[in-house]
């Protein structure tokens, strides 16, 4: 039985920022990609906290942790009313149906 | 508490906004009929005031101080960002009306000008923030903030259309610039600026150079996003598109200076060494050679795309990545003086991005279109207007005398005086200035030359647009006059704060 470490700390944050990233490329409806785009962030989250954990020491890890999970929800809150008012116009949450700007 | 009320002294223009913008907001919900002409003259006092307060900021940081712990600095630098970022909104409230808008006509006023407050306040954040969690708190208050302005035609699809994929590629690329950053606190062990510097100038093995290195790549997303450089440029055109213009302009000037001035802090404050000439890097870590690479991608993509657009919203979003790219050359050079030029390439591009936008903005007022094929004859029926949007297309491609070239001879001297090494790179950017001034021709040669639109009817423009048009014209040329002044105080805003 060995003890947690910081490296596994990092390989399951290396692990869940790139399923957040597969998400975000690979998902058509919006919704999922702002599931995406919460992995990526939580995955920095988790980072963070273990750093400051394993490492120096300070609490500034975890203090960046707490305003990051602000921000998220902030982004979160604006992102969703924006489908939202975009789904009312065009009945789809479908992000490759929001085509008419190109060029 | 001694602490905050040093720091809230050395605060005022952010307290003057936060101030403005509850009254706004509060103004607002009184539903009283007379609330819109109270929202637009408390917009214009609150920023006007924090303009005033960010001068008098001028001798109390003119050694540079740092306020509440460290998270931001007081410093001749960040006071010159202030000043241009407050300046951009007090011009864009002036200039942009609701009467002028065809796109804002009949929308809320208060939510607009409370929003526009709200960019301006963490704008001035980033221009101030010294810590990388004060640096990410205010680019995503930025962002987030940004996005409602650009979905503010809610029944429009094209504005929400816009939003959402600006947001989708903001919280890409913050994302990867928060796991970059987080990474960077990690192999560091601290979140501030200077003490990154500290730590990457001491003893560091190759590999972790190697591992810094590639962090900066990840945080260099977040920054690229911001001043739209390639590859992070794709919302750029279609956002700029997309949004009503007034927002479009704003966006195009002021975002992307605070997300230069936020480059300046964390390339020259944290992984580079303060020197008299070319400075040094900390620790070796060769980020300029990446940034040369995003810069010439990013002028070449913007203008080669440039060439074949026939929305003049989409055109001017193109001209705008390009700009972005020149502009980088100043952080490349990583000298005094090529901060020196991206501060007057930036307050430059204030007066010729507004002024040309502004005519599109009143253009589209009168015919209601933003296609180029549409401004055929535009001379033979607005003259003064047609001559006006001469002056800021020429200072855009940077033709003497006006002030756009005082900005690229400022970068391209910058890079061409640190040594044969990077004259590729000023060559690089002089094709692209030439392939950028066809583009603009273009138009000029649209407005003045091709046959079009005789039978429509003639072009009235109102005293206050007129003068506003006149005014941003003769600010594109009458800065030389006063030239020496302005460099000068460019010169003295060098200093970027480097203790504690």
């Not at chain 2, 630098?77 to 407050?86: N, Q, R």
């Not at chain 2, 273009?442 to 429509?456: H, L, W």
């Amino acid at each position: 039985m060995t003890a947690i470490t910081l490296p596994h700390y990092l390989v399951v944050s290396a692990a869940l920022f790139s399923l957040g990233m597969l998400g975000i490329l690979t998902r058509r409806n919006a919704v999922n990609v702002l599931m995406g785009v919460e992995l990526v962030l939580n995955s920095a989250n988790l980072n963070l906290v273990a750093f400051s954990r394993f490492g120096p020491g300070n609490l500034n890890g975890q203090l960046f942790a707490v305003f990051v999970i602000v921000i998220a929800a902030a982004e979160v809150a604006v992102a969703l009313a924006i489908v939202l008012t975009l789904y009312r116009l065009r009945r789809t949450p479908n992000l490759d149906e929001a085509d008419i700007l190109k060029g | 508490m001694t602490e905050v009320l040093r720091s809230a002294a050395l605060f005022t223009p952010e307290i003057a906004l936060t101030v403005g913008l509850l009254l706004v907001v509060l103004v607002d919900a009184f539903g009283a009929p007379w609330r819109n002409a109270v929202g637009r003259f408390l917009t214009v006092a609150t920023l006007a005031l924090a303009l005033v307060l960010a001068v008098r900021l001028l001798p109390a940081g003119s050694h540079g101080a740092s306020i509440f712990s460290g998270m931001a600095v007081v410093d001749p630098l960040g006071v010159f960002f202030k000043v241009l970022l407050l300046a951009a909104s007090l011009l864009t409230v002036l200039l942009f009306t609701f009467r002028n808008s065809r796109e804002l006509f009949g929308l809320g006023h208060g939510e607009f000008y409370a929003l526009l407050i709200a960019v301006t306040l963490s704008n001035l954040l980033m221009a101030a923030s010294n810590d990388i969690v004060m640096l990410y708190l205010s680019l995503e208050m930025v962002s987030i903030t940004s996005y409602v302005m650009v979905a503010y035609m809610k029944g429009d699809r094209m504005s929400n259309e816009a939003s959402l994929k600006y947001l989708l590629f903001g919280a890409v690329s913050t994302g990867a610039m928060l796991y970059g950053l987080s990474l960077l606190y990690g192999m560091t062990g601290t979140t501030s600026l200077p003490q990154i510097q500290e730590f990457l100038a001491g003893d560091l093995s190759a590999q972790s150079r190697k591992a810094v290195y590639l962090t900066t790549f990840l945080i260099t997303a977040g920054f690229g996003f911001k001043v739209a450089a390639v590859p992070f440029h794709f919302w750029c055109p279609d956002v700029y598109q997309g949004a009503p213009t007034p927002v479009t302009a704003f966006l195009s000037v002021a975002p992307k200076a605070a997300g230069f001035a936020i480059m300046l802090r964390f390339f020259f404050g944290s992984l580079a060494q303060a020197g008299t000439g070319p400075w040094d890097l900390a620790g070796t870590i060769d980020w300029p050679q990446l940034l040369m690479v995003v810069s010439v991608l990013t002028m070449t993509v913007g203008n080669v795309a440039a060439l074949t657009q026939t929305n003049m919203k989409r055109l001017l979003a193109y001209s705008s990545i390009a700009h972005a790219g020149y502009i980088m050359m100043g952080v490349v050079a990583l000298s005094q003086n090529g901060a020196r030029g991206m501060m007057i390439y930036l307050a430059a591009y204030l007066f010729m991005n507004l002024g040309a936008f502004l005519v599109v903005t009143l253009v589209h007022l009168q015919d209601g279109t933003f296609d180029l094929r549409d401004y055929a004859g535009l001379y033979r029926r607005a003259p003064l207007l047609t001559v006006a949007m001469g002056i800021f297309l020429l200072s855009l491609v940077g033709i003497p005398p006006f002030v756009g070239f005082m900005g690229k001879l400022y970068v391209f001297a910058a890079i061409v005086e640190r040594g044969p090494e990077y004259w590729w790179y000023a060559v690089a950017g002089a094709v692209n200035a030439a392939i950028a001034a066809f583009y603009y021709f273009r138009i000029m040669k649209t407005m003045v030359i091709d046959a079009g639109n005789e039978t429509k009817p003639a072009f009235p423009l109102a005293f206050a647009d007129g003068a506003a048009v006149f005014l941003l014209a003769a600010a594109n040329l009458l800065p030389l006059f006063f030239w020496s002044g302005i460099e000068g105080w460019a010169r003295q805003s060098l200093t970027l704060y480097a203790g504690r």
